[in-house]
């Protein structure tokens, strides 16, 4: 069974930057600048997870990985171009 991540970054350094955006961008949506919207099953959140960490200077970046409620709607507000199926947006 797939659950709901949001996947936030801040990366030091841009190579580093530009390797996680690649990586992210084959496995979620786009929301915003660092941040993506991902499906994931537990098995492929430990893969990303591991992927991620091979990527990063745990001494300089930081990588969030935030479990969404099931269940419950995602509200966006503002411009949010790119909205994964089942959210709401209220401009």
Not at 11 to 37: E, T, W
């Amino acid at each position: 069974m797939k659950s709901n991540y949001l996947v936030c970054y801040d990366i030091a350094s841009p190579r580093r930057l530009g390797r996680i955006l690649r990586l992210m961008k084959g496995n979620g949506i786009h929301i915003q600048y660092s941040v993506f919207f991902c499906r994931f099953t537990w098995p492929q959140l430990l893969e990303i997870k591991r992927k991620l960490n091979l990527l990063i200077n745990p001494k300089e970046d930081d990588i969030r990985i935030y479990p969404l409620p099931a269940g419950e709607k995602t509200v966006a507000l503002g411009r949010g171009d790119k909205v994964p199926e089942g959210v709401d947006v209220y401009l």
